[in-house]
Structures are given as structure tokens and as C-alpha cells.
């Protein structure tokens, strides 16, 4: 019975500490009611699980009105934060997808083409500044946080995020010397073994940013800002949201803008052939730019409402 | 003129008017909820559902827990769940008076 207990309370860890404070073992004796001497099957537990995620959701106030204004706002700030590391990781591929574009000029559209682009540089630039500024802003309460002992609560997400980077700039030395023996051609394909490394260094890119942007999340959810820092958090955050789809939709006039006179970029081939512009490596481009807009508006709607609540 | 919302109370069948309907009759704990539940709705409410319901009902001082020594806390509808409660049968019934009357199965009251 014993055992039955405890894999039964195992299903709490799904849900927040706080709530399993107060509600956790009535939830428990619930279950051992519903169940009555029964194994959870694994629908149940995955029904559990649904239902303990939902209440983290709600308790960090990402859904619902559970949680306080200051919360939400804390919250949504964080989500815009998270989708501006998302954009980087799109910004990054669509960089590479566009690198070189300026060689196609002379061709129809290509006016537009260059405005977006030029719109997409500034807003990345613009919402990189206001991203830094966030981090000032906040960086007098880590500060205060780390010397009242926060240590160790951030050390662990940090110290990967640390470790990640080390890897990135050995990563990056060992490519670009490889990259220097290698002919054109070879950096462009030619090399299946380099090819394989940039795909590698990508990835591992791409775990460092999430890496800092969970330890950054960590440490922003464990400091204490007053009223109003966390209003300037606030509007920082909605500027930096609007940044993501400015950013976001420029990608995509780009693009649009490319298919009609120089497709045959998009497409990697010969000058004057007209393939479709619709590669699966743009498409992927834009629909993780998208998702990091919806992220970004979300995370931006949630800071306005509570910017209104509170 | 949009139906209003009484306490976040909207469908019949969502779990926090399930609750608030079962709580009517008197103080439950959770399992007790969850049959009566059963038996008068035909609905069955996973724990984490009903937990879930119970969590925003009592964030909203709909219903409260009542002191108990055992691990099955009873709770019990407050004052405002009664109102919210009755606003939301309203609401249900005016529906129903509507569909009943369209469908023909009460007379038509003429004006």
C-alpha cells in the first residue's frame, strides 16, 4: 500500500511545489479513492501529467488569472525573452539562406528586396539593443540576488550555458581553420565530412543560445525587481516583441521579394532558371520564425493585460 | 446583447459548475464529488481535473475547504458560489427555455 502510495505521489511531481504544499495530499488520497487498489495506467498518468503541467502554466502565470499582475507580467516579459532567442536561431539560417543575395541585383523586385533586408537588420539590431537594455536593468537585483547567497539555485544552468560556450569558441576555431584549407566549392558542398561539421557546429550553436536563455530564464524567475523595474521589464519586453515581428515579416517580404526575379537563388541554381523559390530550408526558416512571433505576441499579450490589472 | 459570465461559470458541463451544483447539497471531499458528479451528470472527473477545479474555485472564494484531520479535506460552497451558481442556472435555464420553446416541446407563450 506503501509502494502504491508513493508511485502515486511520484505523479505530483508534475504540479508546482506550492500547489503540492496545499493540495498535494488530498490529491493523492483522491487518487487512491479512484483507483482503489488499481495501477495507474499509462493514460491516467499521462491525464496527470496534462493536468500538473496546466497548473505550472497557471501558476507561473502563463494561462489563466491565478496567478498576480506582477506575475504575469514577470512571465510574459520571459516568454518575449524566449522568443528572441528563437528569432537569433531562425535569424542565423535565414542569414546563411541569404548570404550573398546582393550578387542577384539588377533582377525585378530586387528593390524590395533590399528594403527588407535592410528592415530585417535594423530590427534585429533595434531588438538586441532593448534585449541588453532589459539585462541592465535587471542586472542591479541579480546582483543583489547573487550576494544574499542565489548561488547555487542558478549554478547549474549556468555553468552548462558556460561549458557550451568554451565548446562553441573551440568549435568555431577548429571549422574556420578546416574551412581555410578547403576550396569554394568544398565549403559549398563539395565536402561531405565539412558539411557534416557546420551541421554539427549549428546544432551545437543553437543548444548554447537555448542553453543561456534557460539560465538567464533561472535566474530572472529567482530575482526580486521592484514595481518599477519590473514596468521597464515590461515595456522593454512588448518593444522587444514588436522587434520579433518586424523581423519576422521582413524575412518573409524578403523572401517574397526574391521569388519573383531571382527564385533561382532561393533554389541554389544556375542564373536565369526559374525553379521554386519554396526550398525546405526557407520554409522551416519561416515557420520557426512564425512560431517565435506567435511566442512573442503571446508573450507580449499576456504583459499588456497585466500592465492593465495591475 | 452577449450572455454575461457569471464568475467564469460558463457551460454546464464544465467542472467547476459540476462542482459548485454538487457542493449545493452539501459539504464533499474529492472522491465524494467525483460520484455524485458521476450520478446526477453522467461526467466523470479525473483527479487532476477535479483538483484543477477545485484550485481556481477556491482562488475565486467559491467554495472552502473545511478543517479536517484525514487526508480527505471536505469542502463547501460559500456565499458567492452561491451566487455564482445561481447566475449560471439562470443562464442554463433561459438556454433550455429557448430550445425547449423553438423544438416544440412547450406550448409557445404568445405575447
Not at chain 1, 493523492?28 to 491516467?44: I, K, Q, T
Not at chain 1, 501558476?59 to 514577470?74: F, I, N
Not at chain 2, 458560489?81 to 416544440?104: F, H, K, Q
Request: net charge positive; hydrophobic share 50%.
Amino acid at each position: 500500500m506503501s509502494r502504491d502510495r508513493d508511485d502515486l505521489a511520484g505523479l505530483l511531481k508534475w504540479y508546482p511545489a506550492s500547489w503540492r504544499d496545499r493540495y498535494g495530499a488530498e490529491l493523492v488520497a483522491l487518487m487512491e479513492d479512484d483507483l482503489d487498489g488499481r495501477r495507474p495506467s499509462l493514460r491516467y498518468r499521462a491525464s496527470m501529467a496534462a493536468s500538473g503541467m496546466g497548473q505550472r502554466a497557471r501558476s507561473a502565470g502563463l494561462t489563466g488569472d491565478g496567478a498576480a499582475p506582477e506575475v504575469r507580467m514577470h512571465t510574459g516579459a520571459l516568454v518575449v525573452l524566449a522568443s528572441w532567442a528563437a528569432l537569433l536561431l531562425g535569424g542565423a539560417g535565414f542569414a546563411k539562406a541569404s548570404e550573398h543575395y546582393s550578387y542577384t541585383l539588377g533582377s525585378a523586385g530586387h528593390g524590395v528586396a533590399v528594403t527588407a533586408f535592410d528592415v530585417v537588420t535594423a530590427a534585429a539590431v533595434v531588438g538586441a539593443v532593448l534585449v541588453l537594455m532589459g539585462v541592465s536593468v535587471a542586472l542591479p537585483a541579480t546582483v543583489r540576488f547573487l550576494r544574499a547567497g542565489g548561488w547555487p539555485s542558478v549554478r547549474g544552468p549556468v555553468v552548462v550555458a558556460v561549458v557550451m560556450t568554451a565548446a562553441v569558441v573551440v568549435a568555431t576555431v577548429g571549422v574556420g581553420v578546416w574551412a581555410h584549407h578547403l576550396t569554394f566549392h568544398q565549403r559549398n558542398g563539395g565536402d561531405g565530412g565539412y558539411g557534416f561539421a557546420i551541421l554539427a557546429w549549428v546544432l551545437l550553436v543553437a543548444s548554447t543560445v537555448a542553453a543561456w536563455t534557460r539560465a538567464g530564464i533561472r535566474v530572472a524567475r529567482r530575482i526580486d525587481l521592484d514595481r518599477g523595474t519590473l514596468r521597464v521589464e515590461a515595456y522593454l519586453a512588448v518593444d522587444v516583441a514588436a522587434a520579433v515581428a518586424v523581423t519576422s515579416a521582413a524575412i518573409g517580404v524578403w523572401w517574397i521579394a526574391m521569388s519573383d526575379g531571382a527564385s533561382w537563388f532561393l533554389a541554389g541554381t544556375r542564373p536565369g532558371t526559374h525553379p521554386s523559390p519554396v526550398t525546405v530550408q526557407l520554409a522551416m526558416i519561416e515557420g520557426w520564425l512564425v512560431a517565435a512571433t506567435a511566442l512573442a505576441l503571446y508573450g507580449a499579450s499576456l504583459v499588456i493585460r497585466s500592465l492593465r490589472a495591475a | 446583447m452577449a450572455p454575461k459570465e457569471p464568475a467564469g461559470l460558463r457551460r454546464s458541463n464544465d467542472p467547476p459548475v459540476l462542482i459548485l451544483t454538487s457542493l449545493a447539497s452539501g459539504p464533499k471531499h474529492g472522491h465524494a464529488l467525483a460520484k455524485d458528479i458521476e450520478g446526477f451528470a453522467g461526467v466523470h472527473l479525473g483527479p487532476g481535473a477535479l483538483y484543477g477545479a477545485i484550485t481556481r474555485l477556491e482562488e475565486r472564494g467559491l467554495i472552502e475547504p473545511l478543517a479536517s484531520e484525514d487526508r480527505r479535506r471536505p469542502y463547501r460552497i460559500t456565499g458567492a458560489g452561491s451566487t455564482a451558481l445561481a447566475d449560471a442556472v439562470a443562464d442554463m435555464r433561459r438556454i433550455a427555455d429557448v430550445g425547449a420553446t423553438r423544438l416544440g416541446l412547450v406550448p409557445r407563450v404568445l405575447a
